[in-house]
């Protein structure tokens, strides 16, 4: 995830499987992809300016507008924070296979 000074994610990105299972049987690469999923098309139906996105295979990139209205900032922290606490969850039961990585821009 990339968040700015004040703590709030600007932009996130997931990559690759998690290598726990098969591929279509990997539970933690599924339960990733549902929050994340879940995640761009809360922004994509909640906000009136759309991210950014680029989804294909096992990469999914969010990239936030710069310039949205306080209501649409707040909807979308609200989204992108839940993802993060849904993505941790899994994190602190399967840390050899998932990373959150925190990048500042």
């Given at each position: 995830m990339y968040k700015d000074g004040h703590n709030l994610v600007k932009s996130f990105r997931v990559e690759g499987h998690?290598?726990?299972?098969?591929?279509?049987?990997d539970i933690i690469c599924a339960g990733i992809s549902a929050i994340t999923q879940?995640?761009?098309m809360g922004l994509l139906h909640y906000l009136e300016k759309?991210?950014?996105?680029?989804?294909?295979?096992?990469?999914?990139?969010?990239k936030l507008e710069q310039g949205l209205?306080?209501?649409?900032?707040?909807?979308?922290?609200?989204?992108?924070?839940t993802m993060e606490m849904g993505l941790r969850e899994i994190e602190s039961?399967?840390?050899d296979f998932i990373q959150i990585r925190i990048r500042r821009c």
């Open positions: 998690t290598g726990y299972a098969d591929h279509g049987q879940t995640a761009l759309k991210p950014v996105y680029e989804k294909e295979g096992g990469l999914l990139i969010c209205s306080d209501d649409d900032r707040l909807k979308a922290q609200a989204i992108l924070g039961q399967y840390q």
